[in-house]
């Protein structure tokens, strides 16, 4: 009786304890199942938001190609360089295209391109769908992908722009872009993640409509429990689809297994299964842990990820806005790093990103957050910051670290970068505003010359605009022919001899009138457009020698101001050399005005440079003299004849001591090195009886005459006696 009683209660046991088990193992099964859903569909968000912005960076590439094309109203003067400097700057990017009414007429680079030159986009039946639904959309739109002649599979952006016409907008043509597949996926972390047993798709939809097709993929294919993100491509969509590895742990029949055995050895046992459930969940939990670590981390640097970031970014501004705190987001980005991997390989690459990686996580504090954000980009998240200084103090100590050599296969590398800065909260209200912000502001940086920082400031956006408009403006001015040269006589100080004149450019723009050098030289010289401009104003300088060669028996000069970067274009004795033969002008009537900054950071071809242009018979004045770091005895080498004491200086030549005593040393000692000198910005009859004192050679001043345009220049020059009268000059 006993036996069935007791035989009874372990049944019993057993049936309540297999129950319970088979319950336990299965809610826990259930939690892991979702956990493991969960951080799958993050992890494919990750990777989806990682091509989405590869793709918007490389097409913002035929953005800037279509705003030139707009810009120049249809034309393209330099389309291959222009082309490639976008493709450097954006990287990514296989080839640049322009289609003029279709047809491409423009590739950089061409080479293996050949085949597609005069191809009409909108005839070939397998690209006119897409392009016809771009014109229609008025917008950017992603052709393909598709299987290339010349081997891989690519997709291309087009970009359609339309010109105002008197009727309204007409279409142009298109800007376009090449993408390789394989360089898009390069840039997630799928090929790591398939080595780790994940599996991945890549789809897009066909032209029916319906039809999904796949074109991009792991080498197995799709297991169950797959997650799918749509991503949104320039006027489309694409789908990436991920699965997990097969199964991490088993639970359900590991925890099944135990059950029955704990049914069998029933209420001995029942201890056991009442903690199985626990192991099972510890498990999970270390799994799950280990999972949330891969899916917030960059593989190949340890760091955190775009994703923890952005995640991390959000959270940290809602804080700085809730409690009044501040935090900074810097944005650093390797400068010319595409040189290193085209050159090097990419194992390479990846070790100095690893390398570079290290340096940046230990220059921050322990609760700051750096991220390698893909490529050769990282961000660093700095809390609780205190000042201006501080964060600039980051900066420097992070640039410099970038900057220390890095060592590899018996080779020294030195690399630099940029870095834009956005201050939370006030930089943007979101986590986008504020990662675009930081952008702009490397950008800027990169723009302002490379190895720098950069504080993200909203006039930023309107100072790049303006720049790139006064850019595009020069340029039509140049072809416009709207540089005039005025010319601004300059007079022997014993005798009130005229000795010739400078000329001096002035823009006569259609819309805002005579414009002045200081409001268009800078732009000219940060674009490079100043070469161009020197030569044209040395054409028509000559020109205009010429004419008043043949009026004036004199021998006098005409001072031509050369700019720092055209001092230094190595064309520059061969095309002064074929203007002056062109215009059958004599060298010895022309003069070259340089800076002392034209001589500081190379003097060994200054000294070549300035020996040759007198070979030719030209004489060099060294303008501005005093504001520089050029020393007199440094002019004792170079074939220089003349000094022209910086305006600045004569100003308050009568009511400054030390700029009196400056002024008779300087023309004392260019005397003994039988340099003449030249006084400019004589504006009062006071400056000039000091500088006749100090026995300056010649002078140049409103108090003569302000610059003049070049007929009545010129008029002065033929006014007998050639001469002022230094009692009582004009004006
Ligand atoms: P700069 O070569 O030192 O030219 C002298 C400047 O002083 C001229 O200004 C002239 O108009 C001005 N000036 C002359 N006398 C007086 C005076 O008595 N009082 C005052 N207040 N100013 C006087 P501008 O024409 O505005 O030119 C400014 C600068 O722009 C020039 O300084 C030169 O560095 C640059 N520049 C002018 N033309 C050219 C050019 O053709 N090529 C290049 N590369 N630079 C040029
Ligand atoms: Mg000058
Ligand atoms: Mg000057």
Redesign the pocket.
């Given at each position: 009786m006993k036996f069935f009683k007791q035989l009874a209660v372990i049944l019993a046991t057993a049936v309540v304890v297999a129950g319970l088990g088979i319950y336990l193992t299965h809610t826990t099964n259930t939690i892991h199942e979702n956990e493991q859903r969960f951080l799958l569909s993050e992890l494919v968000a990750t990777q989806a938001s990682a091509i989405e912005r590869r793709l918007e960076r490389s097409f913002s590439a035929t953005r800037i190609l279509a705003q030139e094309v707009m810009q120049n109203r249809g034309l393209f003067d330099d389309f291959d360089g222009y082309a490639r400097e976008v493709i450097n700057t954006i990287g990514g990017i296989s080839n640049l295209q322009l289609a003029p009414d279709g047809i491409v007429t423009y590739i950089y680079p061409l080479a293996g391109n050949e085949k597609a030159i005069g191809h009409n986009i909108l005839k070939v039946d397998a690209r006119k769908v897409d392009a016809f639904k771009a014109i229609k959309d008025r917008r950017m739109t992603v052709a393909g992908p598709f299987q290339l002649v010349q081997g891989g599979v690519g997709l291309i952006g087009r970009n359609p722009i339309f010109l105002p016409t008197d009727d309204g907008d007409k279409f142009w043509g298109f800007a376009s872009a090449l993408i390789f597949v394989d360089d898009l996926l390069e840039f997630t972390e799928l090929s790591q993640w398939e080595s780790r047993g994940y599996r991945y798709t890549l789809s897009h939809l066909l032209d029916d409509g319906k039809t999904w097709e796949v074109f991009a993929y792991s080498a197995r294919p799709i297991g169950p429990g797959a997650h799918t993100v749509t991503i949104q491509i320039p006027n489309g969509e694409w789908h990436l689809t991920m699965s997990g590895p097969p199964v991490l742990v088993n639970t359900t029949y590991y925890g099944y297994l135990l059950t029955i055995l704990a049914t069998m050895i029933a209420a001995l046992m029942a201890w056991y299964i009442v903690r199985q459930p626990e192991v099972l969940r510890t498990v999970v939990a270390q799994k799950t842990r280990e999972l949330k670590v891969m899916a917030h981390q960059d593989h190949l640097t340890g760091l955190s990820n775009r994703r923890f970031l952005t995640d991390q970014l959000e959270r940290i501004l809602r804080d700085c806005e809730r409690n009044q705190r501040n935090a900074v987001l810097l944005y650093l980005d390797l400068d010319d790093f595409k040189r290193i991997n085209d050159s090097f390989g990419h194992s390479v690459g990846d070790q100095f990103l690893l390398n570079i990686a290290q340096r940046i996580h230990s220059t921050v504090r322990q609760g700051d957050i750096v991220a390698r954000l893909g490529g050769d980009e990282f961000g660093i998240l700095l809390q609780n910051t205190q000042s201006v200084s501080d964060i600039a103090k980051v900066a420097d100590k992070l640039l410099e670290q970038v900057r220390q050599p890095i060592h590899s296969n018996n080779r020294t590398f030195t690399l630099s970068a940029s870095i834009g800065i956005t201050l939370l909260p006030q930089d943007g209200n979101d986590v986008t505003t504020l990662l675009r912000n930081a952008d702009l502001a490397m950008y800027a940086s990169k723009r302002l010359g490379k190895g720098h920082y950069q504080f993200f400031d909203t006039k930023l956006q309107a100072t790049a605009l303006e720049k790139m408009e006064l850019e595009q403006d020069l340029i039509l001015a140049l072809s416009r022919d709207e540089f005039v040269?005025?010319y601004?006589p300059f007079y022997a100080l014993d005798s009130g001899v005229l000795r010739g004149f400078?000329?001096?450019?002035?823009w006569q723009h259609p819309e805002r009138g005579l414009l002045?050098?200081?409001s268009f030289?800078s732009v000219a010289e940060e674009s490079g457009k100043?070469i161009e401009?020197?030569y044209v104003?040395l054409e028509q300088a000559c020109r205009q020698i010429k004419m008043l060669e043949n009026q004036y028996p004199n021998s006098i000069r005409v001072a031509?101001?050369?700019?720092q970067r055209?001092f230094k274009d190595p064309l520059l004795l061969e095309a002064i050399q074929a203007i002056l033969q062109r215009h059958q002008v004599d060298a010895t009537m022309l003069e070259f005005?340089i800076?002392e900054s034209c001589l500081m950071d190379d003097v060994d071809s200054a000294i070549e440079t300035l020996t040759e242009l007198s070979q030719l018979g030209i004489s060099i004045a060294i303008?501005?003299f005093g504001t520089g770091y050029s020393s007199l005895s440094m002019l004792k080498h170079l074939p220089v004849s003349k000094l022209?004491i910086?305006?600045s200086f004569i100003t308050d030549l009568v009511s400054n001591l030390a700029d009196r005593k400056i002024v008779q040393g300087v023309i004392t000692m260019a005397h003994t090195l039988q340099i003449s000198v030249v006084a400019?910005?004589?504006?009062t009859g006071a400056q000039l009886h000091l500088l006749q004192a100090f026995r300056s050679d010649l002078g140049?001043?409103?108090?003569f005459n302000?610059?003049l345009p070049a007929a009545e220049a010129f008029q002065v020059a033929m006014k007998i006696p050639q001469k002022i009268d230094l009692d009582s000059p004009a004006e």
């Open positions: 040269l005025h601004q400078e000329a001096l450019v002035r002045y050098p200081d030289i100043i401009m020197g104003i031509v101001n050369l700019s055209q005005e800076t303008d501005d022209k910086d305006r400019e910005g004589i504006e140049q001043g409103y108090l302000r610059p």
